[in-house]
């Protein structure tokens, strides 16, 4: 009979395994060792917002573990939103508060996507107004350097009117337009809108 | 054999640059040096992953059976690419997130498949881990240079740093990739080309300096 350790066969199954199986233990450890938690994940989000850490009370989380809050809010014609948090402003006399949403906006290039955070401020006398927009992510587009600063700069006021990236001449909402990347603009704006439509209770 | 370090330091960084001269990894290369710091971002992703995945497979060069050596060597990047993700996503992940899906296509970088199969697997260890760091380092540099030239035209910025409100778009766009990738292969031709031919001309004066010093009559078909 063959000496078994002697079949090419044999060895090659071995060698293989034996580096899968030590690849796979060593990637478990690290992964525990590495693991970052979706609450963690909201930290550096509203860390990127505010420069510090913040406390906030979830009303919306779909990767959160509280069954009630899982459900995002979509709609079908611009977008979703996948998270809100109200961030108390504790050392605030005025009773403000700021609501952060993760947004997605459809309909950018190649029907491609771009997500969102952006920060409403809200008071209890003034209509609540967009204070800050970060990028998060984006699918599928491929001039997002185009939208600059400027250009979210350009949502940063009352909520009352939705945006438009296109000119289809639309008086009842507001022209933000980027020259060169409007598909993605038009995602952008998409993100925006279903912040002001849940701001505006529609 | 003894092993030249300083050659394979050249190679790596200069004559062998797995990006403007061997063109290889021209896909990051092309998408990601939209910014100088993306470019130093994965630079060094894939210079760590070449390093350790050069050491490990120089380890094993003697155990993997050479039917399955390239299964193996992908086993093997694929392990680092992976610790290279969590290590983003844990503690830098801005540039985890700029990075996004370049970042798990390492695995089929054809530069750190090329290292494993030609260098790696018939090389000692430390020959190895320093072909991974200089080649690595060479991909790092070429990156690197590319992203700022694109950034500096794209966005009139450096490092993320506004320089002026001058932009020129087509640099920020894939074909101003393709533009500038073009450009910086043309530069490094000429450049290297001119270091080699200046070389020759070095070696070539040497030559004919000991022809006269010591009247050699060379082998000239005999009309010598």
Redesign the interface.
């Known amino acids: 009979m063959n000496n078994p350790f002697k079949l ?1 066969w044999l ?2 199954i071995i ?2 395994l034996l ?2 199986g030590i ?1 796979g233990g ?2 478990a450890i ?2 525990d060792v ?3 938690s979706p609450e963690e994940r909201t930290h ?1 989000a509203i860390q990127k917002i505010y420069g510090e850490k913040k406390e906030y009370s979830v009303i919306i989380d779909v990767d959160g573990t509280d069954e009630d809050k899982k459900q995002p809010v979509i709609y079908e014609d611009m977008g979703r939103i996948d998270k809100i948090y109200y961030v108390d402003k504790t050392d605030d006399a005025d009773k403000n508060f700021d609501m952060l949403f993760k947004t997605t906006g459809y309909f950018g290039y190649k029907n491609g996507t771009i997500t969102l955070w952006v920060k409403v401020v809200c008071s209890e006398n003034e209509q609540p107004t967009i204070d800050k927009i970060i990028l998060e ?1 984006f699918d599928k587009q ?2 997002m ?2 939208l ?1 600063n400027s250009f979210y700069e350009g949502f940063y006021d009352v909520t009352d009117n939705y945006y438009q990236a296109k000119d289809k001449k639309d008086e009842e909402k507001t022209y933000n337009p980027v020259s ?1 990347a409007t598909y993605s603009a038009t995602a952008a704006c998409n993100a925006v809108n279903c912040v002001i439509k849940f701001v505006k209770g529609e | 054999m003894k092993t030249d370090y300083k050659k394979i330091a050249v190679d790596g960084l200069i004559t062998s640059n797995p990006t403007f001269k061997l063109v290889l990894g021209t896909c990051p290369t092309l998408a990601l040096t ?1 910014m100088a710091m993306n470019g130093i971002g994965m630079g060094l992703a894939v210079t760590f992953v070449l390093i350790f995945s050069n050491i490990l497979i120089s380890l ?1 060069r003697k ?3 050479n ?2 050596r390239i ?2 060597f992908v ?2 990047i ?2 680092f690419v ?2 290279v993700r ?2 983003l ?2 503690a830098m ?1 801005d540039l985890y ?1 700029s990075l ?1 899906l370049y970042l798990p296509l390492i695995v089929v970088n054809c530069i750190i498949l090329a290292r494993a199969e030609s260098f790696a697997s018939k090389h000692n260890v430390l020959a190895s881990a320093c072909d991974g760091l200089f080649t690595g380092l060479g991909f790092t540099v070429a990156l690197t240079l590319m992203g700022a030239f694109r950034e500096i035209l ?2 009139g910025a450096i490092f993320g740093v506004k320089l002026w409100d001058f932009q020129i ?1 087509f640099f ?3 074909s101003g990739a393709f533009f500038t990738y073009a450009i910086f292969i043309a530069m490094f031709s000429l450049i290297s080309g001119a270091v080699i031919d200046a070389k020759k001309r070095k070696a070539y004066g040497k030559i004919n300096e000991l022809k006269q010093e010591n009247a050699v009559v060379f082998d000239n078909g005999g009309n010598e």
Do not use: W
Request: hydrophobic share 45%.
């Open positions: 090419v060895k090659c060698v293989l580096i899968a690849s060593l990637l690290l992964n590495f693991y970052v550096r992510s491929t001039l350097s185009k600059g060169g | 939209t094993l155990v993997i059976p039917q399955v299964p193996a086993l093997i694929a392990t992976t610790i969590l290590l996503d844990y992940p997130d996004g794209g966005s778009a920020s766009s894939s």
